[in-house]
């Protein structure tokens, strides 16, 4: 069974500084994917940035980073430049890349002080 | 990348009542899947939508509470029989294939009273 895990309930960054949410996850699959998403309060997810376990570079995607850390299981986003309306929640998810089904974890809380 | 949209985008219904969300995205997919997400929660996957076939519900979720339809590639619909409001939910449809990329509709926003 796969498990994601956000430790961060939720963080506080002030723009134009840069945030790191925390994801960890635990699956015995050697193939998988790991997502972040965004759900800001109108409750859509956006789709923000991808890292496949056998990807040899860490994702980037604009002012979205993933620090891909296999051994330890740790797919953190960074996200630069913080923007007002970057404040949302922000979902790690795991795929098995047999199944596309996504796991996720609890999101973390994301506000941005002027 | 695939464009969803859902319908409903919200509603309030009644205890006892019966709601049917319909999901339809804008090029054929293999795979749809229906999530929740109650309130202050994280998304919990309801079932698998597979054309031409039964979908496939997680641990938890039942057919005859959660019936789909998947009648083509490009449309599902979801359910949510005998409501109570713990039922109230954001309820949000997800497609997938051999991209690696999966997408999200908008969300249906459900409130049962």
């Known amino acids: 069974a796969q498990k994601i895990t956000q430790t961060q309930p939720g963080m506080f960054v002030q723009e134009k500084e840069a945030v790191t949410l925390d994801c960890t996850y635990d699956?015995?699959?050697?193939?998988?994917?790991l997502f972040w998403y965004k759900q800001p309060s109108s409750g859509e997810m956006i789709f923000l940035i991808y890292q496949g376990s056998y990807d040899q570079q860490n994702a980037t995607e604009g002012r979205y980073s993933l620090n891909f850390q296999k051994a330890r299981k740790s797919a953190n986003l960074v996200i630069s430049a913080s923007q007002l309306g970057d404040s949302a929640m922000y979902f790690c998810a795991m795929r098995d890349l047999n199944d596309y089904k996504l796991s996720f974890g609890a999101g973390t809380t994301v506000t941005v002080r002027a | 990348s695939a464009v969803i949209s859902q319908k409903p985008s919200r509603d309030i219904c009644q205890r006892g009542t019966s709601l049917t969300i319909q999901c339809q995205v804008d090029?054929?997919?293999?795979?749809m899947f229906w999530y929740r997400q109650q309130p202050g929660q994280s998304l919990t996957l309801i079932a698998t939508?597979?054309?031409?076939?039964?979908?496939?519900?997680e641990s938890g979720f039942v057919i005859d509470k959660f019936p789909i339809s998947r009648p083509n590639l490009t449309f599902s619909t979801l359910t949510v029989s005998n409501m109570s409001p713990e039922d109230s939910s954001i309820y949000l449809c997800s497609v997938g294939g051999d991209s690696y990329e999966q997408y999200f509709g908008p969300g249906t926003r459900l409130t049962v009273t």
């Open positions: 090029s054929q997919v293999t795979m």
């Open positions: 699956t015995s699959d050697p193939s998988y994917g």
């Open positions: 939508a597979n054309q031409g076939s039964e979908a496939t519900y």
